[in-house]
């Protein structure tokens, strides 16, 4: 059990806060609008908890919008064998026999899906500014990255969390940016195990505010 939790729950969890934070330092207006977000609701010098992060709507949306871009399983579990004919709601039928797979990544960038899906655009997870209403823990196809129904990702719920409070401590922390010279952040992907950037994110960490000692 313990196996299987660091198995299935590490690479995942650090890859989305790894994507995450690349679409922070390319997208500078996202950045400084997370920042505003964080900086309101924990204030000062302190620290975001998991109690602030519920009520930081922008940060759940970038988070969504990360795994929406970049699910770090884009296959889901790869493949699945039908033990029986299955039916299917437009009346297709997988035979007994069939492998097959759930491409959430072409979900994800369907255009008759999601609007423009190459842009990072958070702002579409955000209802009252025209975005969808979407629970990506299972509950909605258009966007599953932890999967749906029997085999859903049991660790969703830590999964989420955590990416969520570690970006806003990132957020909060730091200023984040391209080192000098270096090239801009590059999305290209390489699948292994899970999604992973081809090119590992290199950023420059600035702090941004002493603590007195
Ligand atoms: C953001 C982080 C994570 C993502 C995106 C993610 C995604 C997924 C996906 C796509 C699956 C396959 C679901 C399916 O086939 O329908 C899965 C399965 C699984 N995940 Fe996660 N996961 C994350 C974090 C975690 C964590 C933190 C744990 C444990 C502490 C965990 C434990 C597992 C296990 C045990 C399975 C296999 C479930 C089964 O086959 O019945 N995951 N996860």
């Known amino acids: 059990m313990v196996m299987e939790m660091i198995f299935r729950g590490t ?18 207006a996202v950045q400084a609008r997370l920042r505003a977000e964080v900086d309101a609701a ?40 039908a033990t029986a004919d299955v039916g299917l709601a437009n009346g297709m039928v997988v035979p007994a026999g069939t492998t097959a797979m759930v491409n959430m990544w072409a979900i994800t960038h369907d255009g008759e899906v999601w609007a423009d899906p190459a842009a990072f655009a958070p702002e579409r997870f ?14 909605d196809l258009r966007l599953a990255p932890f999967g ?19 970006v806003a401590r990132l957020v909060h922390a730091f ?7 270096s090239p801009p952040v590059s999305l290209d992907e390489v699948l292994k195990l899970s999604l992973e950037m081809k090119t590992p994110l290199a950023a420059a960490a600035t702090p941004r505010r002493r603590r007195a000692a």
């Open 11 to 28: 690479d995942t969890t650090a890859l989305v806060t790894e994507w995450c934070m690349a679409e922070v330092v390319r997208n500078p």
């Open 42 to 81: 924990v204030g000062g010098d302190g620290c975001p908890s998991d109690g602030d992060v519920a009520r930081m709507p922008y940060l759940q949306a970038v988070v969504k919008e990360t795994l929406r871009a970049h699910p770090p399983g884009p296959l889901l579990s790869w493949a699945r064998l």
């Open 126 to 139: 955000i209802p009252s500014e025209g975005g969808a209403d979407v629970d990506v823990r299972g509950g």
């Open 148 to 166: 749906a129904g029997r085999r859903v990702c049991p660790g969703k719920n830590l999964g989420l969390a955590t990416v969520t409070l570690w």
């Open 175 to 181: 200023d984040w940016s391209l080192p000098d010279g």
